[in-house]
């Protein structure tokens, strides 16, 4: 048998078990609801500019923290880009700018981040 004719079969043998996995998927929807706790181990020292981003440096190290942190607010699922996981509900201004948990007062570093980022 020829080296092309092998990799011929080696090609369509590859394909058709990835459409038997692909087939084979449960595709249903989900409706067991979450419980118990999620521990997220990292290997490296979070440090405190990892949690602005404005300060993280361009390295991909403070980015799987911030996606971590982003995705533990907000979750995008079927039907709703940003759906609600910890944070219960949110509301948006008018223009689109300015967001709020519903808490009338902010922290002084969220406006201190808030007044540094429109500048």
């Not at 394909?15 to 087939?23: F, R």
Request: hydrophobic share 40%.
């Amino acid at each position: 048998m020829s080296a092309t004719r092998r990799a011929i079969r080696h090609l369509l043998l590859g394909i058709s078990l990835a459409l038997l996995l692909v087939c084979s998927a449960h595709l249903g929807d989900v409706t067991a609801a979450p419980k118990g706790q999620m521990t997220w181990a990292i290997h490296f020292t979070i440090a405190p500019t990892y949690f602005d981003p404005a300060e993280t440096p361009g390295i991909i190290t403070p980015f799987l923290f911030l996606y971590a942190l982003h995705d533990a607010l907000i979750k995008p699922m079927p039907g709703n880009a940003q759906a609600p996981s910890l944070a219960e509900s949110w509301s948006e201004s008018s223009d689109g700018l300015n967001m709020s948990s519903g808490s009338v007062r902010e922290s002084p570093s969220t406006t201190a981040t808030r007044s540094r980022l429109r500048t």
